[in-house]
């Protein structure tokens, strides 16, 4: 049940943010609005103020703004007949291709297309705004009320051999807990200073120096998964105490609980957060026999970690459904605000990535998911907690607004592309140009649509057979 009103609530939200946005400016340029809806097919309930007619439909998998003016998408979207026997043009999942009108309106000087093209890029582009804008906000929110983890010094509690990328072999012998102080000529003062200074620095020849382990020298990979590897192979001394146990989840059957010490696990002595979450990756599936440090004395337990697909790598990892205590700084209002802003650009830059190496081939589409895993991390994200929650809440929004950049026709991006053009042309396409754009796009998009719908039935018969 939390899992369905989690799913309800995040696309809810979110549908209803990007659809104000088109609604208000619409509104704000004098377009007539006859109707706003949240979900599409055939209406649940709905009420009337004004000339819109406000409603909430059965299928929560996206929304549309209805504008006067826009009848040339009629043919492309199909129809359906509501209860009160008008025509209702159905929008696609999450898009917004169903912005249009099939009535007849006098008022021709409130039509969409009798407005200047400003004004229509403006239209257009309010409910990415506004999807990015919530977001931002959202991030900013949370930093304010809960606060972002702490930046932690750069020590190395320890280096994982196993994971150093080739030319990077020389920090495999350092002690625990050296500090770094420098990455060639710049000098680090926080883990995300080494983080950041290990994804800028040209590749090649690099000298990492420490303040009481010396100077190393490495071959910094070109490539970023060498650089990701690099980072991870120099684990922080994290201690592996437990801040967070998910209801419900291994860790919780298994009877871990905040406040926790693991001391040992999978045969292992554990001596930071990052190695128990190794030894966990290591066992989907498989029982794993754990020693923790509870009020003093020690306690055995034995905990099952789930097999999950890991979204970087497609391989099977394991998961337990808890996170380390991680000490965290309250920002004030602008330095809130800030982060959002950062946190924004950040997961906007690792969308687009993400895309292009789905596109080059560089990813495997099986780490597509469709309506199934977004359910399934909306549940997980809130038996997480509020803040988890918002921060899901807040990354969905960004990846929608991404998505809807897409120049594909019935997309907001697609719409875009036509605005341009006819900026470019001096001229719009013409109705049946742009009829046969949608198509295509409309079966591009219903192509990916099935095939995140068959990645979520392969995982869900992945998690059957190996439950």
Known sequence: MLTLIATLVLLGVLIFVHELGHFITAKAVNIRVPRFSIGFGPKIFGFRRGETEYVVSWIPLGGYVKMAGMDEMESVEGKDTPDDGATETVAVPVTDAAIADVENYDDVERHFESKSLAARFMVISAGVIMNFLFAGLTWAFIAGVWGVPEDGEPIIGSVRADVLPAGTESLADLPPGSRLVAIGDEEIETRDDLIEAVATSAPGPLVLRFEDAGARTIDLPADEQGRQELIQAMVPPWPAVIGEVLSGEPADEGGMLPGDRVVRAGGRDIDGYLGLVSVIEANPGVPVPMT??????????????????????????????????????????????????????????????????????????????????????????????????????????????????????????????????????????????????????????????????????????ERVVGG
């Open 292 to 461: 923790v440090e509870r009020e003093g004395r020690l306690v055995d337990l034995t905990i099952t970690p789930s097999p999950v697909v890991d979204a970087e790598s497609g391989d099977t990892i394991g998961r337990v459904g808890m996170a380390s205590s991680i000490p965290r700084e309250r920002l004030g209002f602008f330095a809130a605000i800030g982060h959002g802003a950062s946190e924004v650009v950040g997961w906007s830059g690792f969308i687009v990535e993400s895309l292009w190496r789905l596109i080059t081939g560089a990813e495997s589409v099986r780490n597509l998911g469709g309506p199934v895993m977004i359910g399934d991390l909306a549940g997980r994200f809130a038996r997480a907690g509020l803040p988890h929650f918002l921060n899901f809440m807040a990354i969905f929004s960004v990846n929608l607004a991404v998505l809807n950049l897409l120049p594909i026709p019935v997309l907001d991006g697609g719409h875009l592309l036509f605005l341009t053009i006819e900026a470019v042309r001096g001229r719009a396409l013409s109705i049946t140009q742009r009829m046969r754009l949608s198509q295509v796009g409309l079966v591009i998009l219903v192509a990916i649509m099935v095939l995140a719908l068959a990645n979520d039935m392969i995982r869900v018969v």
